[in-house]
């Protein structure tokens, strides 16, 4: 009889070391390594005992194709993100925060796919069956034939859902809490959940039914646990917010049978999740057109189109350096555009602080935010408000010249459906205009010009606080 031997296993990237290390070598985290055996694992037995191969049919491509309808939830943010909704015997992995609303939307999710028929089974971890159906009873779904259970055992649940009706859906709440009896390791370490994973991945395949598994996220952000369970699923989403807002983003980095640039937007209320069909509504509500310092964007989030305002300050600084903040973009994007601006809009603002806000809690990581960024700096410093009923975007290059982004015809298209009749772009932007569309696109080629515009505005209404030296 062999020893059971064992190993040292990162947590957190899952690198194999032959002894202890208090730092792992791979992914230089410390306190991550810890050991487990190695005869764990599913094959495991299989290279124990060496057992013989059984031959399987093999089919060819043309084979009777099963186009299984997808399994929709009835909620459209988290089906389009899915690709048109879950397919049967696929995996997803939803990661997010503590707290940012993973176990709300799923029960929400579970409870508008079992009204419509079916088996639906909700597995958590976390929580005991009666906080489940507490928070199920706020939300008003209790009614509704989920079929709940606290469980962690991978074994038994796979047994439970074996049994009975195959399930359309089945969501574990969450992967980092379950283990299997096969492997030796604690619940919670690399081997565990890579195994839990992967029993739970080969019922989803032999039955058909679609799994969503949720992750927790380590500090930074990543899913935690092996990087490999990423691999084994079919869908990595996440789901993103900023705490003090309530919008919340979904988004898939990975997606077999779908685009990754779709997201969904929802908005925690009350009494839950509730999706947002027009984004942008949400993003310019309360917004205040007629003060200096604002300026909208017509930004891109995955696929699509999102309206949001970007708010500047430019104020006389007492400070010997002048203090640049950023919230919600890029900060070494704001020292290009305003290093942009001195060299080549002919600004001076050496002498000022200045903030930079993107409202509403979203970020913005889009380099065609420059124009709109430049606009509210120029608005703020010079004390004329945009026009109140256009729209801003483009990439600004260090030569001062105005340059071309993606998808500007989506971009126009969203801002005339939200009543904007104005956009100033880059030149090449008017020609994706479409015919119907009333919005008059003012092309603008340097940022000299968006500053001499800015400034001759101000001129136009009498005001000539415009501190420009050309
Ligand atoms: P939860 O779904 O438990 O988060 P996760 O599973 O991602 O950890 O959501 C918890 C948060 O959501 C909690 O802070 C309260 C808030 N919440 C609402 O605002 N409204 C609601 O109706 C519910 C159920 C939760
Ligand atoms: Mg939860």
């Known amino acids: 009889m062999s020893k059971s031997k064992s190993s040292f296993v990162c947590q957190n990237c899952g690198a194999i070391t032959q002894r202890w290390q208090g730092k792992c070598d791979s992914c230089g985290e410390w306190n991550t390594i810890v050991e487990e055996a190695v005869s764990a694992g599913i094959g495991a037995a299989i290279a124990r005992n060496s057992l ?16 299984e309808a997808r399994i929709v939830t009835g909620i459209a943010e988290l089906d389009r993100v899915a690709g048109g909704g879950f397919v049967p015997g696929s995996v997803a992995l939803i ?17 508008a796919l079992a ?11 976390e929580e005991s069956t009666s906080q489940v159906r507490l928070r199920a009873e706020r939300l008003g779904l209790s009614a509704s034939p989920v079929q709940l259970a606290a469980q962690t055992g991978v074994e038994d649940i796979v047994a439970t859902l074996t049994s009975g009706d195959k399930p359309k859906l089945v969501v574990i709440d969450s992967i980092q809490t379950m283990w299997s009896g096969a492997i030796e390791s604690a619940p919670g370490t690399v081997s565990q959940v890579r195994g839990s994973a992967q029993a739970l991945i080969r ?16 500090k930074d952000g990543q899913i935690a646990g092996p990087r490999v369970v990423e691999h084994m699923v079919d869908a990595v989403m996440s789901f993103e917010g900023e705490g003090a807002h309530a919008f919340r983003i979904l988004r898939a980095s990975k997606n077999r049978f779908g685009a990754t640039d779709e997201i969904g937007v929802f908005e925690m209320t009350g009494g839950g999740l509730s999706e947002i069909a027009n984004p942008s509504a949400l993003f310019l509500a309360g917004r205040d057109g007629s003060s200096p310092g604002a300026a909208v964007f017509a930004g891109i989030e995955g696929a699509r189109p999102l309206l949001v305002e970007i708010q500047a300050l430019v104020a006389p600084s007492t400070l010997g350096t002048p203090r640049r903040a950023v919230v919600g973009w890029d900060s070494s994007r704001l020292a290009m555009i305003l290093a942009v601006l001195e060299a080549h809009g002919g600004l001076k603002l ?55 982004v993606a998808h500007a015809g989506l971009r126009l298209k969203e801002a005339a459906k ?9 030149p090449l932007a008017q020609k994706e205009k479409g ?20 400034a001759a505005a101000g ?7 415009l501190r420009v030296t050309k």
């Open 459 to 465: 001129v136009d209404r009498g005001k000539t606080a």
């Open 52 to 67: 013989a191969g059984r031959a399987f049919a093999l089919e060819d491509l043309t084979g009777a194709a099963r186009a």
């Open 435 to 454: 015919e119907a569309s009333r919005l008059s696109v003012s092309p603008i080629a340097s940022v000299g010009s968006l500053v001499a515009q800015i």
């Open 203 to 218: 019922f989803a395949k032999q039955s058909g039914a679609a799994i969503i598994l949720v992750g927790h996220v380590t």
């Open 115 to 125: 009204k419509k028929g079916g088996r639906v089974v909700y597995i958590s971890g």
């Open 418 to 426: 939200l009543g904007f009749t104005g956009a100033i772009a880059p």
């Open 350 to 404: 050496g002498q000022y602080d200045i903030y930079l806000n993107v409202a509403g809690g979203l970020k913005i990581a889009e380099p065609a935010a420059d124009l709109a960024a430049a606009a509210a700096l120029i608005s703020s410093l010079v004390g004329v408000a945009l026009p109140h009923d256009s729209v801003y975007f483009g990439e600004i290059g260090l030569s001062g010249a105005v340059r071309s």
């Open 95 to 111: 990661g997010g925060e503590p707290g940012i609303g993973k176990s709300t939307l799923l029960i929400q999710a579970c409870a």
